[in-house]
């Protein structure tokens, strides 16, 4: 094994040869591209024995210049930070050129500082007037912000709005392109599922637009000419479960009378079905009032 100088100028002796025969003159991480990039000061006299060339002065030196970022320091003697001591906890902790000024070990430590040591486990606390801050804020957000003089000037413009013919047509052909509700409730799945055993076709939330009172029902059978409302109690006011009515609720009654009558008018035979009926309701039971 052939042994020779580093040509960086370090001093330590290698291999001339790696594995594979190769011939290196720089220890691993030793060349230009690694760790000990070298600088020889110019302005000092003297012999470099290990360089390729003389360099005029009295003594040479060797430089680490090259401090790359996620790897340890080379050498003690080179580390340019300072060791200083927490102010709070009395621990002692490294600090690096660019944190000259820090004062305290850890974000724990820093926040004793600002909070006083009584809050060290009990977290940071609002003082009196920061709360009632708070829960005006948070007031204000349940409530609203606007005034009652604002909030009566918004009723008059949206009054005034839909008073306009256009305006109301408009929202009309809105309405009759959305399927209404969304999804479809319990009961209006289970009738669709008993329509599907007895294998009659129908169409669900269908737009009626040639009447006076549009709406979209809820499932129609084109073949039989059979309308089916599944009405519930709450909603539609069933008389006999006679739950606490909403302040809508006669409203709704008036229009469901007039929607079924409109519809038998025009040749339709209209089956409502109250949710606590479809509930207990079976196959052959929904069988006979179609075909009934």
């Not at 790696?18 to 230009?32: A, P, T, Y």
Request: charged share 30%; glycine share 8%; with cysteine.
């Amino acid at each position: 094994m052939v042994k020779i100088l580093c040509g960086c100028g370090c001093g330590k002796m290698f291999n001339k040869y790696d594995k594979r025969g190769r011939e290196r003159r720089f220890v691993h991480g030793h060349g230009n591209k690694g760790k000990h990039n070298i600088i020889i000061n110019k302005g000092n006299l003297g012999k470099n024995p290990n360089s390729h060339g003389n360099v005029k002065g009295k003594h040479w030196k060797i430089k680490d210049t090259s401090k790359m970022k996620g790897h340890k320091i080379w050498c003690e003697g080179q580390r340019s930070g300072i060791d200083k001591n927490c102010e709070i906890c009395g621990k002692k902790f490294y600090t690096f050129p660019c944190q000259i000024n820090k004062k305290y070990c850890s974000y724990k430590c820093a926040g004793i500082s600002r909070v006083g040591k009584s809050c060290l486990n009990k977290g940071f606390k609002h003082t009196n007037l920061t709360i009632e801050k708070i829960k005006l804020a948070r007031a204000k957000q349940i409530i609203g912000h606007r005034s009652p003089e604002t909030i009566k000037k918004m009723k008059e413009g949206l009054k005034k709005t839909w008073r306009n013919p256009a305006m109301r047509e408009a929202a009309r052909q809105r309405r009759m392109k959305q399927i209404l509700p969304v999804k479809n409730t319990s009961i209006e799945v289970k009738i669709q599922n008993f329509l599907k055993e007895l294998h009659i076709e129908f169409y669900t939330h269908c737009y009626i637009s040639e009447m006076r009172n549009k709406y979209q029902i809820d499932i129609f059978i084109p073949t039989l000419k059979i309308i089916i409302e599944c009405d519930g109690c709450y909603w539609h006011g069933c008389p006999i479960c006679n739950l606490k009515p909403y302040k809508k609720l006669e409203e709704q009654k008036e229009r469901d009378k007039l929607r079924t009558n409109e519809l038998i008018n025009k040749g339709f035979k209209v089956l409502r079905l109250w949710e606590h009926e479809i509930k207990i309701m079976e196959l052959n039971d929904l069988r006979d009032k179609i075909y009934g």
